[in-house]
């Protein structure tokens, strides 16, 4: 969190500081119509013009975003035109003058490669161009020069070439966040797959071997299972989207225990107590579905010595700003040292099939205070409680991101 803060006062500060100086130049002794001091009016112009450009930034460095954010950065600096460039070719260009493109980028090898800002004059032969000095700012994350901002001037203006460095700062700081979005991206697509190699294969085995066992004497139940199988691996191997609603989630887990059913038969009971408004909820994928496959493991497997029954309770209730899931089983538990160090990752999780996975990635998606909470002892049982925002920034399912 200081790290954040560190990072927010770096971005802001260069912005605020431009939007000072750009409001003491024009600053006269009346107000402008009740906003406040021409100052004030500046600075609040500043910073409003740098959040609508911070967004597209925050996505990285492409085309598509340099294209999204040239215009504002452009008006940030008023100047006549301004190009945002990578290592390699011009990704955006607003204003006039743009028949420069080639020219600033053959100029561009040495600020690229030592990452120093650097001013110089351009050539042209068009009366009628604006444009005849650029100010090159190296746009930098983790000391790796990503690209150039380049502003163009009628004239040289030393105002300029610190006014550029200060928004190539700003710009700067919007890609490292946009960098450290995209590894915390990649952390949770590396535990996602690492979550599907832990579902059981000793499951899929038994699944197979109960399908089969229907072959023969009930065809169509064999062929419901085969159907609930499909289902159940098809949502569990998906390629697309980080997060799912609790419908989707709830779906898979029916699809897991009707082939649970089948092998344990009336060993299994299970109860359901679904809020029908937290279905619409956002959750990390493959969040609860490895809760469900613990509860069954200390309630089935757990008893495999004193063979009994089983019952597991899943609820899902509204809770204000939250929704709360719980899954409680009444089966062998677990000694709560143990538990620790598997949520700490001490020790194997062989006993506690990815709960330290998805404690990990409920704190990673909704900070510290959203992981685990779960209450266990030996032969007590265990319940799980999990806690949901209904909204999360950046927590969407698949399919309905936000509009720009």
């Known amino acids: 969190m200081s790290g954040f803060l560190a990072g927010l006062c770096v971005a802001v500060l260069p912005v605020l500081a431009l939007g000072v100086w750009i409001g003491r130049r024009t600053a006269r002794a009346k107000s402008l119509a009740g906003l406040g001091t021409p100052v004030e009016h500046a600075t609040f112009e500043t910073l409003h013009t740098a959040s609508l450009a911070a967004p597209p930034l925050r996505a990285g460095l492409t085309e598509e975003t340099a294209r999204k954010s040239a215009r504002k950065l452009r008006s940030l600096l008023g100047t006549d035109a301004l190009c945002l460039t990578d290592q390699r070719q011009v990704l955006a260009w607003d204003g006039d003058g743009a028949h420069h493109r080639s020219e600033i980028m053959e100029r561009l090898a040495g600020p690229l490669e030592t990452g120093r800002g650097e001013a110089f004059r351009l050539t042209c032969d068009s009366l009628d161009c604006s444009v005849r000095w650029a100010v090159v700012a190296p746009l930098t994350v983790d000391d790796r020069v990503h690209g150039a901002l380049v502003a ?19 710009v700067s700081v919007q890609l490292e966040l946009a960098d450290l979005d995209q590894s915390r991206t990649r952390l949770i697509e590396a535990e996602i797959k690492a979550l599907r ?7 899929i085995f038994n699944s197979l071997a109960v399908i089969a066992s229907f072959v023969r004497t009930d065809p169509e139940r064999a062929r419901e299972l085969l159907l609930e199988f499909a289902d159940f691996t098809r949502y569990s191997f998906r390629r697309h989207g980080d997060f799912t609603t609790l419908a989707e989630e709830l779906h898979a887990i029916d699809h897991y225990l009707a ?18 408004e937290v279905l619409p909820v956002t959750l990390p994928f493959l969040c609860l579905q490895p809760l469900v496959e613990n ?4 309630g089935l497997e757990g ?28 089966g062998a538990g677990m000694d709560p040292g143990l538990l620790r160090r598997i949520l700490a990752r001490e020790v194997s999780p062989s006993g506690g099939i990815g709960l330290s996975n998805v404690d990990d990635r409920l704190r990673q998606v909704y900070g510290d205070d959203y992981g685990l909470v779960i209450e266990t002892a030996v032969g007590a049982g265990m319940k799980i409680t999990v806690r ?10 698949a399919g309905r991101l936000p509009r720009e």
């Open 388 to 397: 949901l925002p209904k909204y999360q920034p950046g927590v969407h399912p």
């Open 152 to 170: 163009c001037a009628p004239r040289e203006s030393a105002v300029l070439v610190r006014a550029a460095g200060e928004v190539a700062r700003w």
């Open 303 to 330: 008893k495999a010595v004193s063979p009994g029954k089983c019952h597991i309770q899943i609820t899902a209730q509204d809770a204000g700003a939250e929704a709360l899931v719980v899954i409680e089983d009444d």
């Open 295 to 298: 509860a069954v493991k200390h």
């Open 259 to 276: 082939l649970v059913r089948a092998r344990f038969g009336d060993r299994l009971s299970v109860t359901l107590q679904i809020a029908p």
């Open 197 to 203: 190699a832990q579902i059981s294969p000793h499951f």
